[in-house]
């Protein structure tokens, strides 16, 4: 253990406050920013103080978007993107769970082919397969919708390798246990596996919302058509779009809205899964 | 309520490995039988055969008329408590115990019966509504219990279940354990690698070394007429000691070797056989250097060297005597409990 000397204490917070400063001072400015009035920006110093506009922005924002640069009122956006990082979460985990429950509680042939396949799959993210993925979802007619959205993002080994592990932590007593109990595989999965895996599903959950919610390139492509557009491409959106100068003030406080999911999807979440750390014991 | 009959059972896993041989045991309906035997012998997986946790490659499998060789467990009728506990973690006690019924379909108001029943028996009524993890490790295991017992299955299997509690509570829930077996006399299949577990609980129990029966009988059946050197050894402690025949035919009177046949090599005496008295006629005669004393209380245990024999001897004595390490002692030793053996095929010879 470290000495509880006073200067290591010092050293310890200063290094700390710093860190935190570094990681919250954007989010600050970010937040400071959409409370001014559209001219602040123009002089090119940054204001460190709130403004008076806090309200007029976010109004606009919420309700107008900024019609003139092709962007829609931020609502509209959000849900789409609340959903499409829903139905990824959703998807992932739910698929996830399934096979590694195949994979660790069942015997049938080729069943490490299959598990090496599953996570051989982890060397080709989005980025690196979107071009046939791309092609697929356009055969299949899905671009402009939700489920071309989301579909084509579910398949995770990462879920399906983390599951696999905590599969294999679960005493196999357990198992038996279940099966002298009557319970069938499903049974034993649904009464027993499924409780047991409740704080790796919070964690992951919270670990795919943001992976979902922060997508950019694939919706960037799939979706031409407005009514599909996400948040993260809106932010995009209106600081390229129209010929003026970028309206840092809306943009700041889209940020801001569109920072607020995660958010509160963390700290429900959070409490969730610190009960589970708490309260499970294998 | 059934019996349980194994008829050449047997247990070949993939790759010709053999775990369990030829196994024969009739258990009779309310019998306890204690399966013993080192580590590694196949106890354990003959016991998670008659479960249904393990296939069985060889022989027929009955319990009560029904052969269920090719049963899931649940459709065996049987329960089992397994060594360490495996209770549900996320479930409350009450849940615990009411699983198996709530899978079997039973009426909610027969399960709450059952479970008070059973949590009454076992004394863990106020811990209905805890989770496993708030309960001791003598409290698990009486839940463990109650899960088997609220089946009111055609069998118990008990699978080492004492071997994760401290030695206290180890011999209270032994107790126990027997007892309520006793009550309910059901049909019990016990396994445990501790001996004196065996000669206390059992009915019959059989003692098993690599994957084969060594030999079966009630507690006293085994421990005075030990069948095999290895049951001799195994079962008893301290073990029996070893002497080689031809030891005692140059050192000892043909009339105390009255009972040793001539095919005999090896002859087995009990470390409490030994006894300090005078010899009385017939009696072996037998002198070694006091090696070590180790007081244990109401009795103690000396270990001798005799000259010629190999190994030290060890002897049980019901008292601490007064004797020094290095002294000479001769031992009496009745000629009726010596156990000769064929060192040879490891049998006994009679």
């Known amino acids: ?282 | 309520m059934a019996s349980i009959t194994m008829a050449n059972l047997g247990k070949v896993y993939t790759g010709d490995v053999r775990a369990v041989t030829d196994v024969n045991i009739d258990i009779k309906d309310g019998e306890m039988i204690v399966l013993v035997g080192p580590s590694g012998c196949g106890k354990s997986t003959l016991l998670r055969m008659v479960a249904g946790l393990e296939t069985i490659t060889e022989g027929t499998l009955k319990i009560g008329d029904r052969v269920v060789n090719q049963l899931e467990p649940a459709e065996r009728d049987i329960a089992m408590v397994f060594q360490n506990y495996a209770l549900y973690p996320h479930m409350t006690v009450f849940n615990n115990l009411a699983y198996g019924l709530k899978n079997r379909g039973f009426k909610k108001a027969e399960i709450e019966q059952r479970v008070k029943q059973a949590a009454e028996m076992l004394e863990i009524g106020k811990f209905l509504d805890r989770k496993p993890r708030q309960l001791s490790g003598g409290q698990r295991q009486r839940v463990a219990m109650g899960r088997a017992l609220v089946r009111e299955p055609a069998a118990f299997l008990f699978d080492e279940p004492l071997s994760n509690l401290d030695a206290k509570l180890r011999v209270q829930m032994r107790v126990e354990i027997r007892q309520l077996q006793k009550r309910l006399a059901t049909t019990s299949l016990y396994v445990t690698h501790d001996q004196l577990e065996a000669l206390t609980m059992a009915d019959r129990l059989v003692v098993l070394n690599g994957g084969q029966i060594e030999q079966i009988g009630t507690p006293m059946q085994v421990y005075s007429h030990p069948e095999t050197t290895f049951v001799a050894g195994f079962i008893g402690s301290p073990a029996m000691n070893m002497l080689p025949a031809d030891y005692l035919r140059s050192t000892q009177s043909a009339e105390s070797l009255a009972h040793i046949p001539q095919a005999a090599d090896l002859v087995g005496i009990r470390p409490e056989d030994f006894a300090l008295d005078a010899p009385a006629d017939g009696d072996l005669i037998l002198t070694g250097t006091l090696l070590l004393l180790e007081p244990a209380g109401a009795e103690s245990h000396l270990h001798l060297r005799f000259d010629g024999v190999k190994e030290n001897m060890i002897v049980r004595l019901p008292n601490v005597p007064s004797v020094e390490e290095g002294q000479s002692l001769s031992f009496t030793v009745r000629r009726e409990s010596l156990h000769p053996f064929d060192a040879a095929t490891g049998k006994r010879v009679s």
Not at chain 1, 71 to 87: D, L, Q, V
Not at chain 1, 129 to 134: E, G, S
Not at chain 1, 187 to 202: E, Q
Not at chain 1, 270 to 280: D, H, N, P, S
Request: proline share 7%; no cysteine.
């Open chain 1, 1 to 282: 253990m470290v000495d509880n000397n006073r200067w290591g204490n010092f050293f310890a917070h200063v290094i700390l406050i710093v860190g935190v400063a570094i990681v919250v001072f954007p989010v600050y400015v970010a937040i400071i920013a959409s409370t001014h009035p559209p001219g602040t920006f123009v002089r090119g110093v940054m204001p460190l103080l709130p403004g008076p506009n806090a309200w007029e922005n976010y109004r606009t924002v919420i309700t107008e978007g900024r019609s003139r640069a092709g962007t829609p009122p931020i609502g509209g956006m959000m849900w789409n993107s609340f959903i499409m990082a829903m139905a990824i979460t959703i998807g992932k985990l739910s698929i996830s769970i399934i096979s590694a429950f195949a994979i660790v509680y069942f015997r049938f042939p080729g069943r490490i082919f299959f598990f090496w396949i599953i996570f051989m799959t982890l060397m080709l993210p989005v980025e690196v397969r979107i071009v046939p993925t791309f092609q697929v979802v356009a055969d299949f007619g899905m671009l402009n919708s939700f489920a071309g959205l989301s579909i084509p993002l579910i398949a995770s080994a990462t879920a399906t390798f983390l599951f696999r592990q905590f599969f294999m932590t679960v005493p196999e007593e357990l198992m038996e246990a279940a099966r002298v109990d009557g319970a069938g595989p499903m049974k034993f999965f649904k009464d027993i596996l499924l409780p047991l895996s409740i704080t790796n599903i919070a964690a992951l959950f919270v670990i795919m919302f943001i992976y979902g919610w922060n997508q950019y390139l694939w919706p960037l492509l799939i979706t031409t058509d407005p009514e599909y557009y996400t948040i993260v491409m809106g932010i995009q959106r209106m600081v390229t779009g129209g010929d003026s100068e970028p309206l840092w003030h809306l943009v700041m406080a889209t940020v801001v809205l569109a920072a607020l999911p995660p958010v509160l999807v963390i700290l429900f979440m959070q409490r969730l899964f610190v009960k589970g750390l708490t309260e499970t014991e294998k």
